[in-house]
């Protein structure tokens, strides 16, 4: 199975920060890496897929980028709505495997 | 708009079966595999499976093998998944999740609420 590492586990990050959130591979995946936002109590939510497609109604100020095993998710700008847990997905190879995510809290 | 409403929470005990729902709609059912993601309290995201509505043809992680089936009935546009042998490590809560089409069937663009699965004697 291909493993999914998260980095970091915890972010800590002020309002109007530009955020980095990373996801590595333990193999190429070709770029079937998708992203997904959990707020607490919620369904996922898909924010980009396929390395850097946004999801139609997500804000744009949600960017990814990566190939081969190293995939990032930015955004821009933080806002306070954007306080959840980001979870990497890779779709390359069966199994899907998730990442065990990233939480992103307010500073 | 699509929709996807899983039914409510379960509990079981251990040994027996439960049976989870998803009825869909907004969107043609058949042309969308669903997909089903189990998420562990305070865990992550664990891909379980997808099934092709339109044939019936399903595709499972190893771990899930023995212990889900998913099928899916088009008169109702429904999908469901039956989990077995219920243990404590079944304690969870499940998603279903539409798949794209093609290459894409882990592209899962709308998700269900999520039902709760509780093992207890």
């Known amino acids: 199975d291909i493993q999914m590492t998260q980095s970091p586990s915890v972010l800590s990050a002020s309002v109007g920060d530009r955020v980095t959130l990373n996801c590595k591979a333990s193999?190429?995946?070709?770029?079937?890496l998708n992203w997904y936002q959990q707020k607490l109590g919620e369904a996922p939510k898909l924010l980009i897929y396929?390395?850097?497609n946004l999801q139609t109604g997500i804000p744009s100020r949600f960017s990814g980028s990566g190939s081969g095993t190293d995939y990032t998710l930015t955004i821009s700008s933080l806002q306070p709505e954007d306080v959840a847990t980001y979870f990497c997905?890779?779709?390359?190879?069966?199994?899907?495997?998730f990442g065990a995510g990233t939480k992103l809290e307010l500073k | 708009e699509v929709q996807l409403q899983q039914s409510g929470p379960e509990v079981g005990r251990p040994g027996s079966s439960v049976k989870i729902s998803c009825k869909a709609s907004?969107?043609?059912?058949?042309?969308?595999?669903m997909n089903w993601v189990k998420q562990s309290p305070g865990q992550g995201l664990e891909w379980i499976g997808w099934?092709?509505?339109?044939?019936?043809?399903?595709d499972y992680a190893e771990k899930f093998k023995k212990k889900a089936t998913l099928t899916a009935d088009t008169s109702s546009n429904t999908a469901y998944i039956q989990l077995s042998s219920l243990t404590s490590e079944d304690t969870a809560t499940y998603f279903c999740?539409?798949?794209?089409?093609?290459?894409?069937?882990?592209?899962?663009?709308?998700w269900g609420q999520g039902a709760s699965v509780t093992v207890s004697s």
């Open positions: 999740a539409r798949g794209l089409p093609g290459y894409n069937y882990g592209v899962m663009d709308a």
């Open positions: 907004g969107y043609t059912f058949t042309d969308y595999v």
């Open positions: 099934i092709d509505p339109e044939y019936g043809s399903t």
């Open positions: 193999q190429n995946i070709n770029k079937y």
């Open positions: 396929n390395t850097n």
């Open positions: 997905f890779q779709h390359n190879s069966w199994p899907y495997t």
